[in-house]
């Protein structure tokens, strides 16, 4: 049986309301809630009019399926086309609780970003970046802590020092296609896994490594230096120590500088 697949607001733009009832194949129509350049309105519109429809509504704010949670597109358009319910997604196996390389980072100046940008349009940023960010942390073998993978920062596990400074570098590219900058701060520890989030002390100063950082630097403990000294194909420039909020002990840190 043909069916078709409609989004919202091309068939808006092609058809008129008398024409859509004479649509009786099957269609699919996804909207994000939130979506801020189709109206969820719009999406409304065709399910009141389409009589072989099958409406999803999804949450979140994002146009392009590609975009945060690409999951909810494309599991239900695959069954809407196969006609066949898919198996569960198995989650990739989180390595458990122990030593980790911890990153840390933030957009820098996000508030004055914000009143400078407006809040829909440092939004589109952040959701861009949030992106890149994603396929940098799984391009690099890491981990994204999802809990934390919100908002302005970013929080990811390694398990080479090496992979964790190359992330980092990636970061800072990226950020920079985008017109924004980073504070990013790495420290090496053991943690505590539960679920898909970390704990522990030594995600506490890898968060505080982070906000000592200027924009655009990458700051590192000296654990990381020492793990990544001969093996990340950079140098490191003692910054010496600092007293990060909270830590009782000084903590000496380094700049990442690029291999000469």
């Given amino acids: 049986m043909p069916c078709i697949f409609l989004w919202a607001r091309r068939l808006l733009r092609k058809a008129r309301s008398s024409l859509l009832g004479e649509i009786t194949a099957p269609a699919l129509v996804l909207h994000r ?27 979140g704010d994002a146009h392009y399926p590609w975009v945060g949670d690409a999951e909810s597109v494309l599991r239900p358009t695959l069954e809407f086309l196969t006609g066949t319910k898919l198996p569960d997604v198995i ?30 349009a440092f939004r589109a940023k952040a959701r861009a970046l949030d992106d890149a960010l994603r396929r940098a942390i799984g391009a690099n073998r890491g981990h994204a802590i999802e809990g934390k993978l919100l908002g302005d920062g970013v929080f990811a596990t390694f398990g080479a020092a090496r992979e964790a400074v190359a992330c980092a570098q990636r970061f800072h590219a990226e950020a920079g296609e985008l017109g924004l900058a980073l504070h990013v701060g790495i420290h090496a520890g053991d943690v505590i896994r539960e679920s898909n989030n970390v704990y522990g002390g030594a995600v506490n100063i890898a968060a505080r490594i982070s906000a000592l950082s200027a924009p655009g630097e990458i700051l590192v403990s000296a654990t990381v230096r020492d793990l990544g000294r001969t093996s990340a194909g950079v140098t490191f420039e003692d910054r010496g120590e600092h007293a990060l909020k909270g830590i009782a002990d000084p903590v000496r840190v380094f700049a990442v500088r690029a291999g000469e």
């Fill in 33 to 59: 809630r939130g979506d801020l350049q189709c109206p969820f309105a719009f999406g409304q519109y065709l399910a009141r009019r389409l009589p072989n429809l099958r409406f999803i509504p999804l949450e």
């Fill in 91 to 120: 989650q990739p196996t989180l390595p458990p609780s122990g030593t980790a390389i911890i990153l840390f980072a933030d957009i820098a100046g996000s508030t004055a970003l914000t009143e400078r940008l407006g809040d829909a």
